[in-house]
Nanobody, 117 residues
Framework: QVQLVESGGGLVQSGEALTLSCVAS????????IQWHRQAPGKEREFVAG?????????LYADSVKGRFIISRENTKNTAFLQMSSLKPEDTAMYYC?????????WGQGTQVTVSA
């Protein structure tokens, strides 16, 4: 059974940091690129960050998070991470990880991040 389970979300104050984790099972994690997306209430889901299957390429970031967020992965642990620092109220959203290979994509159920002013 394919699963992506996100964790690490929570309520923090502006300027603080959080690290999200995404644990995969049921598929060959190291074959898949990983992306983090987020969706705020009343808004469309948006891309946040992406990393290649082996983690050796140039990571991609949305302009809104560049310099504040870092995506990484540990293929030996089937886990991806999103380190978030200098959080802002506008970062408040449900955060999802997705594993992508060709036309195949798996999504997790999301973890809520709330940043108070």
């Amino acid at each position: 059974q394919v699963q992506l389970v996100e964790s690490g979300g929570g309520l923090v104050q502006s300027g603080e940091a959080l690290t999200l984790s995404c644990v995969a099972s049921g598929f060959t994690f190291s074959n898949y690129a990983i992306q983090w997306h987020r969706q705020a209430p009343g808004k469309e889901r948006e891309f946040v960050a992406g990393i290649s299957s082996n983690g050796n390429g140039n990571n991609l970031y949305a302009d809104s998070v560049k310099g504040r967020f870092i995506i990484s992965r540990e293929n030996t642990k089937n886990t991806a991470f999103l380190q978030m620092s200098s959080l802002k109220p506008e970062d408040t959203a449900m955060y999802y990880c997705t594993a992508i290979m060709a036309r195949s994509a798996y999504w997790g159920q999301g973890t809520q991040v709330t940043v108070s002013a």
